[in-house]
C-alpha cells in the first residue's frame, strides 16, 4: 500500500479522536480539544473512566476474538490516536501473523500510526488507511490489499459513531461493511449512550462547544448487531462483556454499551 500524503493538522478544531486522547491521559491534544474535554469532564467525571473501561473492552474483545474465535484479520475503522494495547498488539500477542487494518481520517493520527506500525510482528501485518467511515466501499476496496476477504475478519468501530447524527447513515455503513465479508466474520463495537442524565447533559454541553457527539439508546446500539449473531452475553454494558475477574461484582453506573456479533 502506497503511502499518503499527510493532510494538514488543523489544531484550532477540536476533534475527537484527540478529546479522548486528552480523557485517556494523552499528549496528543491541543488547547481547542482541552478545552471542551474539561467542559465535558466538568460535567460528566465518569467520561475519563469511561475511556480507560472502553480500551479494556476492545483488549477484552479482540482476543477472544484472536483467541477463541480464530479471527485472524481484522478491520479496526475509526480507530483514534494509539494509546495502552492496540488492536494489533493485542491480536498479534495471541496469534502473531494476524493482519490488522487500521482506518481513520484525522491527520494526527496517520502521523502517529506510520510510526506505530514500526511495532508490528515479523510473521504479521499492520497498515492503516485514511479514509472517513462514510466512504465504506472505498475502506474495503483498500483493505482489499491487505487482506483476504474471502477469510474472516474482525470489523470494529469502537465509540465513533456519535460524529453521525443520522442512525440511518450508521446502519447503512455497518451493513455495507459487513456485506463485504464473509461468512464467519464478526462485528465487535460500542458506543455511548442516553442512560442517564448526565450523560445527557454532558453530550449537549460538548454539542454547545462545537463538537457534537450523539448518544444512543440501547436499543440503537443493539440494532447495529441486526443479522449477527450475537455472542453472549450480547450488547451490555462494557465492563460486563466477558469481564476480567477484577471487574466482576462491579456495579456502577457507565453509560457504553457493546457487543460482539458473528456474520452467519
Not at 494509546?83 to 502517529?112: C, F, G, R, W
Not at 476496496?141 to 470489523?155: F, I, N, R, W
Given at each position: 500500500?502506497?503511502?499518503?500524503?499527510?493532510?494538514?493538522?488543523?489544531?484550532?478544531?477540536?476533534?475527537?479522536?484527540?478529546?479522548?486522547?486528552?480523557?485517556?491521559?494523552?499528549?496528543?491534544?491541543?488547547?481547542?480539544?482541552?478545552?471542551?474535554?474539561?467542559?465535558?469532564?466538568?460535567?460528566?467525571?465518569?467520561?475519563?473512566?469511561?475511556?480507560?473501561?472502553?480500551?479494556?473492552?476492545?483488549?477484552?474483545?479482540?482476543?477472544?476474538?484472536?483467541?477463541?474465535?480464530?479471527?485472524?484479520?481484522?478491520?479496526?475503522?475509526?480507530?483514534?490516536?494509539?494509546?495502552?494495547?492496540?488492536?494489533?498488539?493485542?491480536?498479534?500477542?495471541?496469534?502473531?501473523?494476524?493482519?490488522?487494518?487500521?482506518?481513520?481520517?484525522?491527520?494526527?493520527?496517520?502521523?502517529?500510526?506510520?510510526?506505530?506500525?514500526?511495532?508490528?510482528?515479523?510473521?504479521?501485518?499492520?497498515?492503516?488507511?485514511?479514509?472517513?467511515?462514510?466512504?465504506?466501499?472505498?475502506?474495503?476496496?483498500?483493505?482489499?490489499?491487505?487482506?483476504?476477504?474471502?477469510?474472516?475478519?474482525?470489523?470494529?468501530?469502537?465509540?465513533?459513531?456519535?460524529?453521525?447524527?443520522?442512525?440511518?447513515?450508521?446502519?447503512?455503513?455497518?451493513?455495507?461493511?459487513?456485506?463485504?465479508?464473509?461468512?464467519?466474520?464478526?462485528?465487535?463495537?460500542?458506543?455511548?449512550?442516553?442512560?442517564?442524565?448526565?450523560?445527557?447533559?454532558?453530550?449537549?454541553a460538548q454539542a454547545d462547544m462545537g463538537s457534537p457527539y450523539q448518544l444512543r439508546t440501547v436499543e440503537e446500539v443493539r440494532g447495529w448487531f441486526t443479522g449477527t449473531e450475537l455472542v453472549e452475553p450480547g450488547v451490555v454494558p462494557i465492563t460486563e462483556w466477558?469481564?476480567?475477574?477484577?471487574?466482576?461484582?462491579?456495579?456502577?453506573?457507565?453509560?457504553?454499551?457493546?457487543?460482539?456479533?458473528?456474520?452467519?
Amino acid at each position: 500500500m502506497t503511502e499518503q500524503p499527510l493532510p494538514e493538522i488543523r489544531t484550532d478544531v477540536p476533534h475527537g479522536a484527540r478529546i479522548w486522547n486528552y480523557w485517556l491521559g494523552g499528549k496528543d491534544n491541543y488547547a481547542a480539544d482541552r478545552e471542551i474535554g474539561d467542559a465535558v469532564r466538568a460535567m460528566y467525571p465518569q467520561i475519563a473512566d469511561m475511556a480507560v473501561k472502553s480500551r479494556h473492552f476492545l483488549i477484552r474483545a479482540v482476543r477472544f476474538l484472536a483467541a477463541e474465535a480464530g479471527v485472524r484479520q481484522f478491520l479496526d475503522i475509526g480507530t483514534g490516536l494509539p494509546t495502552m494495547q492496540n488492536t494489533h498488539e493485542v491480536a498479534q500477542s495471541v496469534a502473531p501473523d494476524a493482519k490488522i487494518v487500521y482506518v481513520d481520517n484525522d491527520p494526527l493520527v496517520l502521523a502517529h500510526a506510520r510510526a506505530l506500525l514500526v511495532n508490528t510482528t515479523p510473521e504479521g501485518v499492520t497498515t492503516y488507511v485514511h479514509a472517513d467511515y462514510h466512504e465504506p466501499e472505498r475502506i474495503v476496496e483498500q483493505a482489499g490489499g491487505v487482506l483476504d476477504l474471502s477469510q474472516p475478519v474482525g470489523v470494529m468501530f469502537m465509540g465513533v459513531f456519535g460524529y453521525e447524527p443520522d442512525y440511518a447513515v450508521t446502519r447503512s455503513i455497518v451493513s455495507r461493511v459487513l456485506g463485504a465479508v464473509p461468512s464467519g466474520s464478526y462485528l465487535t463495537m460500542w458506543d455511548g449512550t442516553s442512560t442517564s442524565e448526565a450523560a445527557v447533559k454532558s453530550a449537549q454541553a460538548q454539542a454547545d462547544m462545537g463538537s457534537p457527539y450523539q448518544l444512543r439508546t440501547v436499543e440503537e446500539v443493539r440494532g447495529w448487531f441486526t443479522g449477527t449473531e450475537l455472542v453472549e452475553p450480547g450488547v451490555v454494558p462494557i465492563t460486563e462483556w466477558r469481564p476480567d475477574g477484577v471487574e466482576i461484582g462491579r456495579v456502577e453506573q457507565i453509560d457504553a454499551y457493546g457487543g460482539v456479533g458473528r456474520k452467519p
